[in-house]
């Protein structure tokens, strides 16, 4: 593994269903982040976390959870999808919480709620 | 509230110049980062700024003004892959990224 990868790549899911997108990074870095990114719009933060065992909501955390167990993976679940989540779904990892904190994206996940 | 704002689409010509501004308000500011993103693909880093002035790397340049809360980006010598979308982010005072929805370039032959 170099860097982030998201698993599925895409998918369609029924309302109602339960899904779990996974994220690991092998880059030992300390935070991690789950966006979503809708046209039109920016990229928008759903939860993060500073360090395993960690986690934090961000703007748009409804109908979301995330756990931390250790520090290279990061899954976000949706309970129970309803159309609006469908979206791409960004995983992102930086080094820390300084200012300067560049953050590595995965690839992506394409997710269709129907 | 925050408030990122940059132009929705911009169009330039392949060899020439072309500046993507980004204004901003946020609670804090802890610098601002410029991002490219293909279509299909995941954003990657192109610069970060914290002080005012240019920071230039290659083709690239970054400005910042934080009293107007004002950046842009300057690309030269354009060139057909540099078609993608641009976006500004703010990191606030809480050290999150406050993204702006992106400026999608397109270079014309």
């Known amino acids: 593994i170099a860097g982030i990868t998201q698993a599925p790549t895409s998918q369609i899911l029924a309302a109602g269903r339960r899904m779990t997108l996974r994220c690991t990074q092998d880059?030992?870095?300390?935070?991690m982040y789950w966006y979503r990114q809708d046209l039109g719009l920016g990229l928008r933060l759903i939860h993060y976390s500073n360090t395993a065992g960690t986690t934090g909501k961000g703007e748009v955390p409804d109908g979301y959870s995330v756990s931390r167990a250790n520090t290279d993976d990061f899954p976000l679940t949706l309970a129970s999808a309803v159309p609006s989540q469908t979206s791409v779904y960004f995983c992102a990892s930086s080094d820390g919480t300084s200012s300067y904190n560049e953050q590595f994206f995965g690839p992506g996940t394409r997710l269709t709620v129907l | 509230g925050q408030n990122i704002d940059q132009p929705t689409e911009m169009t330039a010509t392949e060899g020439a110049i072309v500046q993507i501004n980004c204004t901003y308000q946020t609670s804090g500011f802890n610098g601002l980062f410029w991002y490219q993103q293909h279509a299909g693909e995941a954003p990657t880093f192109l610069s970060y700024?914290?002080l005012d002035g240019l920071e230039e790397k290659g083709r690239f340049s970054s400005f910042l003004s934080r009293s107007k809360g004002y950046s842009y980006l300057l690309l030269k010598e354009l060139q057909m892959k540099d078609s993608a979308s641009y976006l500004c982010a703010v990191m606030d005072s809480n050290y999150q990224l406050i993204w702006g929805a992106g400026t999608k370039l397109i270079i014309k032959p």
């Open positions: 700024n914290v």
């Open positions: 880059m030992r870095h300390n935070a």
